[in-house]
């Protein structure tokens, strides 16, 4: 069983095809500035790479382009495109629809009723996946939502302190997300130490989330309601007290929906540098001495921390901690600022271990309690591996 896992933005098009029966990645893939007069279209299979420039008016056009590639007799990998037993897609926010579905007007309703919740995400898939349905429904599509892992949290972890029934007419509670990345780290992370661990996965990158993982069930999250709550991102502020809207409001003159957007797109690394959103831009100016980036590497690192603090009380210790994401794989001062001064607690790197590690390795000292990880996350094989499961189950 072959299925083709989406990653989807407004203009774009990324994927990768995996053989479920024992073959692994087969390919991956993706097409960018989808809708302008000439788009670039990519293709990877075992290190080798194929580009080739097309017109791709839309996301339906780009799978049949993409489609073209895998099945193209020089280089592809595939013979016919009806191996495609499904496409998958790591959908975001369906509300009161969660876990592994197949794509029915219902979900994508469900989708449309919190597309404000996640406007970055929401709706680039809600219009790809509609009009895919209509032009290959040929193809079963399958979304697999990153709320279905945050699925076991405890009700005291998942409720606001708001009126009741805010949470029982309109669904406002502690949703979470990044939940394949999660799960991928908790199915990794059994598999390394044994089961019935307590694990905190810290997936950071250009979105960041902390969950806490116990006997390979998330028991706490940082993401709440929305995916821009939680901890600062890359553009997006985080947590914020809600009375600064309305403040901000009567300072500024400016809408809800404005503030809402400034917050967003112009919050968090990016807000508080002024330089940019990406670490690694922040982490150059700081070292040039730029204080405004200095400070917004400490308050993405005092963030992580603190919710790395509430995980171990919550979870009781832990075995281990989890670096994952672009920022929690590569970035090894990043994780040496989020574990300082924590040998009390059992939480001791090896500092050269740190600095040399290059893809999964432990980097923890010998003398430490708890061991510390770097993973490489794969959500698109969570996706995949969820996706042939709904389908062998009919």
């Known amino acids: 069983m072959k299925i083709l896992v989406a990653n989807l933005g407004s203009t774009s098009f990324k994927y990768r095809l995996f053989d479920m029966d024992g073959g692994g990645q087969l390919a991956r893939g993706g097409i960018e500035r989808i809708g302008s007069a000439e788009s670039r279209c990519t293709l990877e299979i075992g290190g080798r790479r194929h580009e080739l420039a097309a017109c791709v008016p839309d996301h339906a056009e780009a799978v049949r382009c993409s489609m073209e590639q895998l099945t193209d007799p020089a280089h592809g990998c595939i013979s016919d495109a009806a191996e495609i037993a499904a496409i998958g897609f790591k959908a975001v926010h369906g509300g009161r629809l969660s876990g592994v579905r197949r794509v029915t007007p219902d979900v994508l309703a469900a989708m449309e009723d919190f597309a404000d919740v996640a406007p970055a995400h929401n709706p680039p898939y809600i219009a790809a996946m509609r009009l895919l349905g209509e032009k290959l429904p040929e193809v079963p599509l399958i979304a697999v939502f990153e709320t279905d892992f945050h699925r076991t949290i405890p009700v005291r972890n998942r409720c606001y302190a708001v009126p009741f029934d805010w ?3 309109h ?4 949703w979470g997300f990044h939940g394949a990345s999660h799960r991928y780290i908790a199915e990794r992370t059994t598999e390394l130490l044994g089961p019935g661990k307590r694990v905190i996965s810290c997936h950071l990158g250009g979105s960041s989330s902390l969950c806490a993982i116990r006997d390979g069930q998330s028991a706490a999250t940082s993401m709440g309601f929305s995916p821009q709550s939680g901890l600062p991102q890359n553009n997006r502020a985080g947590d914020i007290d809600p009375f600064i809207l309305p ?3 009567k300072r500024t003159g400016k809408p809800l929906a404005e503030l809402l ?18 670490l690694r831009d922040i982490e150059e100016a700081a070292a040039a001495g730029n204080a405004r980036a200095r400070l917004a590497w400490d308050v993405f690192a005092s963030a992580v921390r603190h919710y790395l603090g509430a995980y171990l009380v919550e979870l009781g210790g832990a075995e281990a901690i989890v670096f994952t994401g672009g920022i929690g794989e590569n970035r090894a001062e990043f994780r040496a600022a989020v574990c300082q001064n924590l040998e009390e607690l059992g939480i001791a790197l090896d500092e050269q271990a740190n600095r040399a590690a290059s893809g999964e390795a432990k980097i923890s000292s010998p003398e430490s309690r708890v061991q510390i990880w770097i993973i490489p996350t794969n959500e698109e094989l969570i996706v995949a591996r969820l996706a042939a499961k709904l389908l062998s189950e009919g």
């Not at 669904?171 to 502690?174: A, F």
């Open 247 to 249: 403040t901000m409001m």
């Open 167 to 169: 949470a029982e007419d």
């Open 171 to 174: 669904l406002v509670r502690r």
């Open 261 to 278: 957007d400034d917050l967003s797109s112009r919050g968090g690394l990016l807000g508080l540098s002024g330089t940019s959103g990406d």
